[in-house]
C-alpha cells in the first residue's frame, strides 16, 4: 500500500456540534494517531470554503486520506467526496464519522459526547486507512424498451417513446388494445367518449413500425439488469389452433402498466349481485349505455335507478382505499341515465363525494342541479336491497340510514348500479415476482417513493404507471405513463449507466459452488454459472446490501467498501477509545 | 534419489492430542521405508525413547523438521513448542489440534477451576475425599516433584510460537504427509511462509459428489439418524448440517464419502475465516422461516451448537473462548 497520508476534519456545524462537543479536544486526541498528517477544526465543512480547505490540503499536503467528523453521510458524503474527485484522488478514500446525528444531537454531557466523537472519528480514520480506490462500471444502455400492458397507460407509454424514435415491445395479454378504458363509454368529467380518445391511439401504434405490438402475449421471464434486459414473450394465436410463439427480446427498461381489475360484487352478499337480476356493476352499465340501450333483464326501461358507491371500496371488510374514480363515474351515469330516459328518477347513495381532481366539484354541481336524489349512508352501515312486494311500482327497495337527516329512508329501484372499485389483478404477484418489485397489501406496485419517485421502483430500469400502482384516473394515468417514458428518455439519451463502484464480488478462486448465496439476493443480482460450477454477481443489479457476503461460508464474496479488515479496523478503532476511557 | 545425499533430520512431537496424529504417521505403512531412506527420525516420543535432555543438547536449527501435533494446554506442551521451534529449520503445525486448537479446544468454554472440579472432584468414577488436585511442586522425602502448570486457555500452537507450515486435518490425510514430506526432501518449490500445505484452497463441495442445487433453504434441522439420507443430494438439502461449505479441502472426502456429513476438521477455506462464525452466518441466512419463534423452533434441532460449529476451531476463533 502506498504511503497513507491522512487529513481530519471535525465540522462544528455552527454550534450544532460545537455547543456539545468539544471539538479542539477532538483534534487533540486524534492528531497523534498514526498516519494523521493535519487536523482542522472548521465552523462550517460543507460550505465552499470547507470544501476548499480539504481540496487544497490534499494537493499542499500530498494528502491521500480524508476524514470529515460531521454530519450524517447521508447529509453530506456526496460533498465530500465531489470534493476528493475535484482534488484528483479517488472519491472512495473518504470516510464520514457522524458527530452530528449520532453523537451532539443525542447527547447531552459534553464530557461523555466528546469521547464518543474521539471514538467515532478514531474509528473512521483506523478504516479510512484501508480504503480502496474504487472505480465505478460504466454499461450500455440498450434504446429499446418493453411495455406490459396495452390500457391506457402502456399505450401513452409506449407512442411516448417510439415518437422520440426508439424501439417498443408492447405486450397485451388480451386479444385487443385498450384496457379497461375500452369498456368505458363516456369520461367523466368532460364526457369525452372513450372510443374516441382509444382510437386514435391504437391507430397509432398500429401504423408505428418500431412499435412491436404483441397479443395475446405474456411476459414469461425477464433476466439482466437495467440496460440490459433480456425478455422471452410468449404468443398464443387463438386459443384452439395451438398457434404459439416465444420471441427473445433484448431490452433496456421496462414500464409495467398492467392496471387492475374490478371487485367482485358478489363478494358483498346482501347486495344480492348474481342473484338478484338486476342488481349490476358499473361496467355492465356501461356496456348497455355503449349498446345504446339501458333496460332491465326483462327489457323494460328503468323508472327507478339507483346507483350505490363505494362497492369493495373503503371497508372495514374488503378495500381501505378509496377507488378515486367511481364518485364521478357515478355522476357521470346520473347524466348517462338521465339522457336516455328524462323520465327516470335516479337516487345517489354515497359515503362522501370525493371530487378532487381538476373539473370535478364543477361536475358535481351540475350533476346536483340535475334532480339527482343524493343519500349519504355511514361507512359500514350499507343500505340494504331487498325485493319489492306485488303492490309496489317497483322492482326492489333500498333502505338507507341516510346520515344528513338522521332517518333510515326506503327508496325504490328497478335497475341498481353498484359503483365496484378496484383492485389488483389476481396475476399481479407474478407480474411484480417476474420484473422483480415489490407490492403493498394491497397488491399494487410498490414505487421507490411515494412523493418523490412515483413511478420508478426498486429495481433500477422497471417502472410503474398507470392503475397497477393505486386506482387512478385517466389523467393520472396518462400523467405517469409519460413520467415514465421521459425517465427512460433520459437514460438513453445518456447513452451509459453509471454503476455504483460499491457491490459485492465472488473470488471464483474461493468459490466452492456451494449454492448457499443463490437465492438470497433481494435484487436477484447473483447467477450461478453451471459450467465454471461457481457463482458470480452481476454488478450492476447489486446494491451492495450485504446480504451474500454474510452468507458466504467460504467467504468467498466480498463487499467492495465493505471489507471484513475495514470493518473490523473500525471497530477496533471504537473500542480502543473505550477501552482508553475505562 | 542420490545415495549421497545427506539424509534430513526429522522430529515429530506430540503435545496436548490424543495420538491420533502420531499414529496417522504410521499409517503411511510401507511408504515408510523411502520416508526412513531419506530421514533420520532424532526425536518421536511415541516411538522412539529420545529424552527432552536430548533435545535440548542439539544444535540450534538442527532439526530439518518438525511435524507438531497437539495445541498447547500446559506449560509443558508450551516449553516443547517453544524448545522446538528453536532447534528446527521448519516447524510444521501437523493436524486439527496444532492448526487450530482441535477437540481440546472446545476446553475453552470452560475454565482450568470447572475443570479440575468435575474431574477432581465430581466426576461419577471418582473418589477423592481430601479433594487433592494436582499440584505442579509437591515435596516428598526424595525432594521436589514437579508437574506440569495446567492453562485456562488452549491454543494453537501459533499462538505461542512462530509457524512455517499448516498441515490440517484430524487426522491429516496420510497420503498428502507423504507428498509434503517428499516435496520437503526433494527441495521442490515450497509455498510461502505460513502457508497451509497438503490441502485444497476452496471448500469440500467444490468437489464434494453429492448434488448441489439452489434450493438451500431449510425448514428443519436433522440428525443423521434422524433421517434417512438418500446419498445424492447434498446433506444440506437433506436439513444435514454439513461443515463441508466451511472446510477446506483435502480429507480425501472421508465424512462424506463415508455418507456423514462433514464435521470440519480441514478447517477454514481461506486464511483469514473464522469457519465457526462463517457456517452459524451462513446457516442464519438460509433458515426458511420469518417469525422470531419459527425461527426458533428450526433452531432447536441444532443440538450442541457451539460444538458443531467449532468442533475444532474454538481456540483459533474471533471468540477463541469463554469469557473468564
Ligand atoms: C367503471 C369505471 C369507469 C371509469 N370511468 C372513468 C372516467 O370516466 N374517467 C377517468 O378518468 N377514469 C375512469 N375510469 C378509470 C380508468 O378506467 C383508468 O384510469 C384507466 O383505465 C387505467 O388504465 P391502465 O392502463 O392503468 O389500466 P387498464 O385499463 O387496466 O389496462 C391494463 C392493460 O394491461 C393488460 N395486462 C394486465 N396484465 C397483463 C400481463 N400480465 N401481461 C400483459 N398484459 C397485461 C390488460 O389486459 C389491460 O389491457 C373508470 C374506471 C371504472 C372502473
Ligand atoms: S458538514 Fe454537516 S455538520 Fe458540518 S456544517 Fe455541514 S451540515 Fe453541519
Ligand atoms: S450484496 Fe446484496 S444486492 Fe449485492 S449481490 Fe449480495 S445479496 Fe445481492
Ligand atoms: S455462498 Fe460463496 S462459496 Fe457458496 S456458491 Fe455462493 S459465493 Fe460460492
Ligand atoms: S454441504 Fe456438504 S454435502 Fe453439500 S455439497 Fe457441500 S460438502 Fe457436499
Ligand atoms: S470430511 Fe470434514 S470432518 Fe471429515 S475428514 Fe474431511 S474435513 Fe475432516
Known sequence: MENCRIGVYICMCGTNIAKIIDAEAVKKSVSKLPHVELVETYKYMCSNPGQEMIIHHIKEHKLNRIVVAACSPNMHERTFRAALRKAGINQYLFEMANIREQCSWVHDDPKDATEKAIALTRAAIQRVELHDSLESLSVEMCPTSLVIGGGIAGMTAALELADAGHSVYLVEKNNHLGGNLARVDLTAPYLYSARDLLTERITRIKTIDHIHLHLNSKVTELTGFVGNFRAKIYEQNGKTDGNEKLTEVKIGNVVVCTGYKEFDASRITHYGYGKLPNVITSFELEKMIREGKIETKEGKIPKYVAIIHCVGSRSLEFHGYCSRVCCMTALKYAHEIKSANAKSYISDIYIDMHAFGKGHEDFYRRSSEAKTLFLMYEKNDRPVIRRAGPKDDCEMLIEVNEKLSGETIEIPADLIVLMVGMEAREDSAEVARLVNISQDKEGWFIESHPKLEPVATTTDGIFIAGTCVAPKDIPDTVAQARAAAARILAKISKGKIEVDAIYSEVDPDLCSGCRFCNKLCPFSAIEFDEKEVHSHVIAAMCKACGVCVAACPSSAIKGRHFTDSQVFAQIDGLMEVVHFAE | ?324
Not at chain 2, 24 to 40: N, P, R, T
Not at chain 2, 132 to 148: A, D, M
Open chain 2, 1 to 324: 534419489m542420490e545415495k549421497t545425499k545427506p539424509k534430513i533430520k526429522l522430529a515429530v512431537y506430540w503435545a496436548a492430542a490424543c495420538g491420533g496424529c502420531c499414529v496417522s504417521v504410521l499409517d503411511v505403512h510401507e511408504k515408510l521405508f523411502e520416508v526412513v531412506a531419506s530421514a533420520d527420525l532424532v526425536f518421536w516420543p511415541i516411538a522412539l525413547d529420545i529424552k527432552y535432555s536430548d533435545v535440548e543438547e542439539m544444535a540450534d536449527g538442527s532439526i530439518d523438521v518438525t511435524l507438531f501435533n497437539g495445541a498447547i494446554r500446559n506449560s509443558e506442551n508450551e516449553h516443547m513448542a517453544k524448545l522446538l521451534r528453536q532447534k528446527s529449520r521448519i516447524l510444521v503445525a501437523y493436524g486439527s489440534c496444532s492448526h487450530l486448537g482441535g477437540i481440546p479446544g472446545l476446553a475453552n468454554f470452560s475454565n482450568k477451576e470447572e475443570i479440575f472440579k468435575r474431574v477432581y472432584e465430581e466426576c461419577e468414577s471418582t473418589v477423592n475425599r481430601d479433594k487433592i488436585r494436582p499440584q505442579p511442586e509437591n515435596k516428598v522425602p526424595e525432594g521436589i516433584l514437579e508437574l506440569p502448570v495446567f492453562y485456562n486457555d488452549v491454543r494453537p500452537l501459533d499462538r505461542v510460537v512462530e509457524v512455517d507450515y499448516y498441515l490440517p486435518g484430524c487426522p491429516p490425510q496420510t497420503e498428502r504427509l507423504v507428498e509434503v514430506f517428499m516435496a520437503i526432501v526433494t527441495g521442490a518449490h515450497l509455498p510461502h511462509k505460513g502457508s497451509v500445505i497438503g490441502a485444497g484452497s476452496k471448500a469440500q463441495c467444490e468437489e464434494c459428489a453429492r448434488k448441489k442445487t439452489e434450493n438451500k433453504q431449510i425448514k428443519k434441522f436433522y440428525r443423521p439418524w434422524e433421517i434417512i439420507d438418500d446419498g445424492i443430494t447434498c446433506f444440506m438439502e437433506q436439513g444435514i448440517l454439513c461443515m463441508g461449505p466451511a472446510t477446506r479441502l483435502g480429507c480425501g472426502h472421508r465424512c462424506i464419502a463415508g455418507n456423514a456429513p462433514c464435521r470440519g476438521c480441514y478447517g477454514p477455506v481461506s486464511d483469514d475465516s473464522d469457519p465457526g462464525t462463517k457456517m452459524m452466518s451462513a446457516i442464519s441466512s438460509i433458515i426458511d422461516a420469518k417469525e422470531p419463534d419459527d425461527i426458533e423452533k428450526v433452531l432447536e434441532d441444532l443440538v450442541d451448537t457451539a460444538g458443531t460449529f467449532y468442533r475444532f476451531s474454538l481456540p483459533s476463533s474471533m471468540i477463541r473462548r469463554k469469557m473468564i
